[in-house]
């Protein structure tokens, strides 16, 4: 049982980065993205108006907060020196920025960005105004392929997602409505969770429990990202379902095309062109595959059914820290990427979730599969196949 990543896991990338600065016209690295900044340090935070950056040099690691933060950070190990400025706009976060890079006797730096994203009202200044500034995307390069570490945690993800679907499906009837069925089931299966790892469980999020399991129902599932409509469950409802759960920032995705009472002969036959198209993305996945061949292959059989005029998206996305995470699999991909890049490699952990939506219902499973060095690995076992997703 997984529950967070071990100390060893930073030490390693902390380790690779100074590699990359050593090689670089650098005598830095900066991150600004809240994600990036997490996967380095172990600092988690929410990205607003107030930027936060991380300087690593080859024996510092510095951080720069908004005075909000400095109680949330001190206590971090691997943080050499936090720096912070009260609040914006009346705080000057990027001087106080190159302050700490004037302090670590640094003049040029590669950055992830030009200073800290514009979110929530934010405005600038550059951080090239004051320092040499290179480009660099490290982080998001290295979090493609994940440790062994990195998959544990997906997969212990994995497991309460699964126990939120089954509430999920056992909680569904008709005349109840998808909001309070959504709640109750990432109640009980949270409970159940956070009951089960006790103080284990690293706490990663605000107000809401650590499982997730919900979904959109009857016309809203024609639309990929549809909202819960305001309306409670009839006999003959399509649902899109969704659930996963957060092991120390990690997530899986599972998701369910499912029907209330009795479906018809026309949602069983999108319902199993749909399975079949999945059941064909998953075969063809494994290393060394392009990525783009397995949105490829989906999309010749889409037009041999008939039906490319009822898919609205690529076949699916790596998943990890973040819920949607690059390589994308998608027919494009090898128009950006080549050699090592273009292909899959162990490591990688995809969404599989081929989707078909006619005018009144959208038909989609998602299940989170690793790649590892001889083929894959299910991470999600939920059932997939059409009187298992009956309720």
Not at 135 to 146: F, I, L, N, P, T
């Amino acid at each position: 049982m997984a529950t967070q990543l071990p100390e060893r896991e930073f030490d390693d990338r902390l380790a690779e980065i100074r590699t990359k600065i050593a090689d670089s016209d650098a005598e830095a690295g900066v991150w600004f993205g809240a994600t990036s900044i997490e996967y380095l340090s172990g600092f988690h935070h929410i990205q607003t108006e107030r930027p936060v950056a991380l300087a690593v040099t080859q024996d510092r690691l510095e951080i720069t907060v908004p005075r909000l933060e400095v109680e949330r950070v001190e206590p971090n190990p691997r943080i050499d020196a936090v720096h912070n400025y009260f609040d914006y706009p009346g705080g000057k976060p990027i001087e106080v920025v190159v302050e700490m890079l004037d302090g670590l006797g640094v003049d040029a730096v590669a950055a992830d960005a030009d200073g800290a994203p514009g979110v929530m009202g934010y405005e600038g200044p550059s951080l090239s105004e004051f320092v040499d500034v290179e480009d660099q995307s490290w982080v998001d390069r290295m979090r493609w392929e994940k440790t062994d570490a990195e998959v544990d945690l997906i997969r212990e993800s994995a497991k309460w997602a699964n126990l939120g679907h089954r509430y999920l499906a056992d909680y569904t009837e008709v005349g109840a409505h998808p909001s309070t069925v959504s709640q109750r089931a990432s109640t009980d299966a949270s409970r159940a969770m956070l009951d089960t790892l006790g103080d284990t469980y690293s706490v990663r999020v605000r107000g809401s429990g650590p499982v997730h399991a919900g979904y959109i129902s009857g016309e809203e599932t024609a639309l990929p990202h549809g909202h819960t409509p305001n309306e409670r469950l009839s006999e003959g409802d399509v649902l899109i379902t969704g659930a996963s759960a957060n092991v120390d920032g990690y997530n899986s995705e599972l998701e369910r095309t499912m029907f209330v009472g009795d479906y018809t002969d026309e949602q069983e036959h999108y319902f199993e062109l749909m399975l079949e198209a999945q059941d064909i993305a998953i075969d063809a996945l494994g290393p060394g595959v392009p990525v783009s061949d397995v949105d490829q292959v989906v999309w010749d059989y889409f037009e041999e059914q008939g039906v490319t005029d009822l898919a609205q998206h690529h076949v699916g996305h790596n998943i990890g820290l973040g819920g949607h995470e690059p390589p994308y699999i998608d027919r494009g991909w090898d128009e950006r990427y080549d050699g090592e890049d273009a292909t899959m490699a162990p490591g990688q952990v995809y969404t599989i979730e081929p989707g078909l939506y006619t005018e009144k219902f959208g038909y989609r499973h998602s299940d989170t599969i690793a790649i590892t060095e001889d083929g894959v690995e299910w991470l999600t076992h939920f059932p997939r196949d059409i009187d298992s997703n009956t309720v």
